[in-house]
């Protein structure tokens, strides 16, 4: 029994390396290019997979160009609000959805669905020219705007829901609980790990948002990380290691943020067993 | 507030009113920020539009007509049900075994999980460009390793599985944490219980795990299928215009881009939007319907 | 019942905080706005080429210095560039100051979207019409109004690398050579082994490349009040059909390979041994080891019969908006950026070749380890980028089916004759 659960454990490592690798050849590749000269970045013959000198120019160089605080400023303020609003709206409405009867919702829920079907790129001019209405141009109001509310966020927290045992919600009603009382105290927080993976989510697309930050925030001081990158790969050609050097930089917020929300799914197994 | 006098229908009216309440800032935003916008265009479908959006003439079913007759639009149709027919099953169920195997308690399972991630985070231009790397025929990593000289993003028989691979690679990390999180919101008793009866490994995960992570599969398989039809960015930012696999890659929504913004001929676009959104809406009805067979909700 | 009381306490205190929260969003605005530009002080100037930005913002300090205006210079991508003047136009805010370009500006000064500078031109001490080439000027005329002030021109060259051209013996591109010259040579210097090819030209690689022979060879492509096309003309037909040659003797790389490197990528990376590149190429090229070392320009060949030296060239022009609440400042910010001193400045610090008479020179010693100069010789015989209201359309239509001849499932002939009526098809809808 013993060794049979060992080879288990080392075939799903194997496996598990595997994928890893897959993974991470693309950003092997990103690191390494970012070490290299401009001219070893683009060269063919010989193949170089390895920089001949280890150099950090282009992370200067990048460093020095962008102004990487107030960039990570801005995204992180995006990132937040959106996170925040997405969270909040889609969680309330996500229960009601799932769990209340009322006249009307059927019709509402298909709007959210609508809403999904619809490729984002016909929003960007009607929106565009809202914000500007506003006044809102080059703004972090602007930047969140397209997120205040989430279609996909409602359908991910309806599921979440929807998953959760009844009788739980009829003890508590039975308790003498009202409506906000058993989504506040009982139901929200159980749904607890769809609302991380949904701040995940949110924050990875905000991240990673290009059109809409791109035309709506122009200004030098309001640029988002994805739209600066954007900015430096130029029309016409690419400076490679800048490009990879300031990808490697744009992206270590991110990651951090992800393992930091990481920690809640193993507490969330943590605490699984005395959910119910 | 006043105890009503039949509970049945306090109740009854305290679901209303606190379910609007509930829904009615997610409503407001929807309909302003898009459903507004999508009438417009669907609007907009049935014009020659004019200019900046002024002088537009209404032409009827004509964008219609020309849009049945259009090679281009069917094969754009075409290529986007190939692509999602690729990208979808395949990266559900490497990231569904994934999950799994994760979710067990195992050394190095943090790290695992963050470097399946790492795609979703890294910017699209970077992605993009790398990619074209790995791709490209004549100084791309892949060909150099396999020692063929592919043209893995430029032939029109190989470049959309090239773009599926893409859009693979990108997608497990997303796929991946939402079934993690449903495995989260799974009791852990009921695998106790199991065990107790005897029942391991695919036993397990078969009788319990599939039909208790059944809403979560559905969630993935809905908002994936509807993403996959929308493929955009990887295809605008991976093939050049010049490339002569284009017009056998190129999704429906690219078409859109091309005519509503390239060549300003939104009238047209829109009625290319029209027909992805028919498209979505019969595979979403579609699923919403056949749920009732395999999702279990509690 | 307290219960009830504290969730509804709470609840509200989550609406209030996700309200505050967007409020709060919204404060971040009005201080932007403050000193953003938004009430009419600084001045926002958009443009979608980075390797200008530096130079133009320098020449915009002058003007601070100068007058007293302000303004930020905010570079957007091309695509985004117009999906963001396109979404300004429909109705939302635009940039007070723009470039305009000639595949769009007919739209735009059509609409009146632009601010029409008619008046304030023949009033200027500062800019002078006359001073411009005609052409240009044109670009950005509308019913005799002007609605641009001509901001640089560019015209094309020859690439070549010198240490291909040694190996195989080859004299270097001169003002002797024709395009039957180029044709011959490019053979010659393809290697059988596919490490090395003569030439790069793609299937879009239109105004850089087979616009040019087009011309040469007495051709068009689109007539001179632009309402038919010009591609089924023999002359057009005969100018294209040297690509057919070059395609048909081997002498570029394949379709597939230049669609995913381009020519300029092939000629730094030393895979080919000639291509053409128009000036605003110079910016990046020089920032180049390897071509700094290996490669040069000459003027490009000639048409044998016509003896006609043809580049096609083009030039972006100044605009602002119509609605634009600093219209005042944009047109002098405009005005200066059209006048002799900046057109001057711009050349000199390399940032492109200028629209005003004879300010170009100078532009020509921004990367001495070329012969830019030939850049400027070429200006002897321009045409203008051929366009009219839908080029983008027919541009796209043509390299399609451009497409097909690469691959080789179609004659140059065919396509060509192809590609007219399709043209004369759209041009009739405009």
Redesign the interface.
């Known amino acids: 029994m013993e060794a049979k659960k060992k080879i288990v454990?080392a075939v799903?490592?194997l496996?598990?390396i595997l994928?890893?690798i897959?993974?991470?050849?693309?950003?092997l590749?990103?690191v390494l290019t970012a070490f290299k000269s401009?001219?070893e970045s683009?060269?063919?013959?010989p193949?170089i997979?390895f920089p001949t000198v280890w150099r950090t120019e282009a992370f200067s160089v990048v460093m020095e160009n962008m102004n990487f605080l107030l960039l990570y400023k801005n995204t992180l303020?995006l990132i937040f609000?959106r996170v925040?609003?997405a969270v909040?709206?889609?969680t309330?409405?996500g229960?009601?959805?799932a769990r209340?009867?009322?006249?009307?919702?059927n019709f509402?829920f298909s709007?959210?669905?609508?809403?999904?079907?619809?490729?984002?790129?016909?929003?960007?001019?009607?929106?565009?020219?809202?914000?500007?209405?506003i006044?809102?141009?080059?703004?972090?109001?602007?930047l969140?705007?397209?997120g205040?509310?989430?279609?996909?966020g409602?359908?991910?927290l309806k599921?979440?829901y929807?998953?959760?045992?009844?009788d739980l919600e009829e003890a508590a009603r039975l308790d003498?609980?009202?409506?906000?009382?058993t989504?506040?105290?009982i139901m929200a927080p159980?749904?607890r790990?769809?609302m991380?993976?949904l701040g995940?989510?949110t924050a990875?697309f905000a991240?990673?948002d290009?059109?809409w930050p791109?035309?709506v925030n122009?200004?030098?001081?309001?640029l988002t990380?994805?739209s600066a990158?954007?900015?430096?790969?130029?029309?016409?050609?690419?400076?490679?290691p800048q490009?990879?050097a300031a990808?490697l930089i744009?992206?270590l917020p991110?990651?951090v943020i992800?393992?930091i929300f990481?920690k809640q799914?193993?507490e969330?197994?943590a605490t699984?067993?005395g959910?119910? | 507030m006043a105890k009503p006098k039949k509970k049945v229908t306090s109740q009854?009216r305290?679901?209303?009113i606190?379910?609007?309440i509930?829904?009615i800032?997610?409503?407001?935003?929807?309909?302003?920020?898009?459903?507004?916008?999508?009438f417009?265009?669907i609007y907009q479908s049935f014009f020659k539009t004019g200019d900046f959006g002024r002088g537009n003439i209404f032409v009827g079913l004509e964008n219609y007509q020309k849009m049945f007759g259009d090679s281009q639009v069917w094969q754009a149709l075409l290529n986007t049900v190939k692509y999602a027919l690729m990208e979808v099953p395949v990266s559900i169920i490497?990231s569904l075994?994934?999950a799994v195997?994760?979710?067990?308690k195992?050394?190095?399972r943090?790290v695992?999980?963050?470097?399946?991630?790492?795609?979703?985070?890294?910017?699209?231009?970077?992605?993009a460009?790398?990619?074209r790397?790995?791709f490209n025929s004549?100084?791309g990593?892949l060909n150099?390793v396999l020692g063929t000289k592919i043209n893995w993003i430029s032939s029109p028989d190989i470049a959309i599985y090239s773009i599926a691979v893409i859009g693979i690679?990108s997608i497990?990390g997303?796929n991946m944490?939402?079934f993690?999180?449903?495995l989260?919101?799974?009791?852990?008793?009921y695998y106790e219980a199991a065990s107790i009866d005897g029942a391991t490994g695919f036993k397990q995960f078969w009788h319990i795990t599939c039909p208790?992570l059944s809403?979560?599969i559905?969630?993935v398989l809905?908002?994936r299928i509807?993403g996959a039809l929308?493929v955009?960015?990887l295809i605008f930012m991976v093939m050049d215009r010049a490339n002569p696999a284009l017009i056998k890659t190129q999704s429906l929504?690219y078409l859109?881009?091309e005519y509503?913004?390239r060549q300003k001929n939104q009238g047209y676009g829109?009625a290319i939007?029209v027909l992805?959104?028919i498209l979505?809406?019969l595979v979403?009805v579609f699923q919403m319907v056949g749920q009732k067979k395999w999702v279990h909700?509690? | 019942m307290k219960?009830?009381r504290v969730?509804?306490l709470?609840?509200c205190a989550?609406m209030t905080a996700?309200l505050a929260?967007?409020g709060g969003?919204?404060k971040?605005?009005a201080d932007?706005?403050a000193d953003?530009?938004?009430n009419g002080e600084k001045l926002?100037v958009?443009i979608?080429?980075?390797?200008q930005e530096p130079g133009l913002k320098e020449i915009i300090g002058d003007f601070t210095e100068e007058t007293g205006i302000e303004a930020?210079v905010?570079?957007?991508?091309?695509n985004?560039y117009w999906?963001?003047l396109?979404?300004?136009a429909?109705?939302?805010?635009m940039?007070d100051v723009f470039w305009m370009h000639s595949n769009e500006s007919q739209r735009y000064m059509s609409n009146e979207i632009l601010l029409d500078l008619t008046d304030k031109a023949a009033d200027s001490e500062l800019v002078d019409m006359s001073k411009y080439p005609e052409e240009i000027k044109e670009l950005y005329t509308y019913d005799g109004k002007v609605y641009g002030i001509p901001k640089d021109i560019d015209t094309i060259a020859l690439w070549y690398n010198k240490t291909m051209f040694d190996e195989a013996g080859i004299a270097y591109p001169d003002e002797t050579w024709t395009w039957d010259t180029l044709v011959e040579n490019a053979k010659k210097l393809t290697k059988d082994d596919g490490s090395q090819y003569g030439i790069a030209i793609r299937n879009d690689t239109n105004q850089e490349a087979y616009y040019n022979m087009v011309y040469d060879m007495g051709g068009e492509i689109i007539s001179e009040d632009r309402k038919t096309s010009g591609y089924d003309n023999p002359d057009t037909i005969k100018g294209m059909q040297y690509i057919e040659k070059l395609i048909q003797d081997g002498s570029m790389p394949s379709m597939e390979t230049m669609s995913e490197n381009g020519p300029?990528?092939l000629l730094?990376?030393?895979?080919i041994a000639m291509s053409f590149h128009g000036s605003?190429?110079v910016s990046?090229f020089k920032?180049?080891?390897?071509l700094k070392e290996n490669c040069d320009c000459a003027v490009l060949p000639m048409g044998k019969e016509s003896q006609r030296r043809v580049s096609i060239y083009n030039g972006l022009g100044w605009a602002a908006a119509a609605n634009g609440d600093n219209t005042e400042n944009a047109w002098k910010l405009i005005e200066y950026l059209g006048s002799e001193k900046a057109q001057q400045k711009q050349a000199e610090l390399g940032v492109t070749m200028s629209a005003w008479e004879g300010t170009s020179d100078t532009w020509a010693a921004c990367a001495p380890e070329f012969n830019l100069k030939v850049y400027l010789d070429m200006r002897e015989d321009m045409v203008v980028r051929p366009y009219s209201r839908s080029t983008v359309t027919w541009e796209n239509r043509a390299s399609e089916i451009f497409k097909d001849v690469f691959i080789g499932n179609m004659s140059m002939e065919d396509a060509c004759k192809q590609i007219a009526k399709e043209m004369n098809e759209t041009l009739a809808e405009e």
């Open positions: 454990t799903i490592h496996a598990c994928v890893s897959t993974m991470l050849i693309p950003f590749w990103m401009v001219p683009t060269q063919v013959d193949f997979i303020l609000f925040l609003c909040l709206t889609a309330l409405a229960y009601a959805f209340l009867n009322f006249k009307g919702k509402m709007m959210v669905l609508f809403q999904m079907m619809i490729p984002s790129q016909i929003f960007i001019i009607p929106q565009y020219i809202m914000v500007s209405k006044g809102a141009l080059n703004s972090i109001f602007g969140v705007f397209p205040l509310v989430t279609a996909f409602t359908f991910l599921q979440a929807m998953t959760l045992p009844k003498g609980c009202n409506i906000p009382q989504f506040l105290f159980l749904a790990s769809s991380v993976a995940i989510f990875v991240f990673k290009l059109m791109m035309i122009t200004e030098k001081d309001m990380l994805s990158l954007a900015k430096m790969q130029g029309q016409y050609t690419t400076n490679f490009l990879m990808s744009a992206c991110m990651i992800y393992v990481q799914f193993i969330g197994i699984s067993g959910k119910l | 009854e305290n679901e209303f606190w379910g609007w509930f829904i800032p997610t409503m407001l935003g929807l309909i302003i920020l898009n459903i507004i916008p999508i417009q265009t490497i075994v994934l195997l994760l979710n067990r195992m050394k190095g943090s695992y999980r963050t470097i399946m991630f790492l795609p979703m985070v890294a910017a699209p231009a970077a992605v460009m790398v990619w790397w790995l004549d100084f990593l150099h690679w497990i997303y944490v939402l993690l999180s449903g989260q919101e799974i009791p852990g008793d208790l809403p979560t559905f969630f809905i908002t509807i929308q955009f960015d929504v859109f881009y509503s913004f829109s939007v992805l959104l979505i809406m979403t909700y509690n | 219960m009830k969730s509804a709470l609840m989550v996700s929260a967007c969003g919204e971040g605005t932007g706005a953003g530009g938004g926002s958009m979608w080429d980075n390797y930020e905010q570079v957007v991508q091309w985004e999906t963001l396109e979404a300004g429909q109705g939302g805010e940039p300029d990528v730094k990376s030393g895979k605003w190429m990046t920032q180049e080891d390897y």
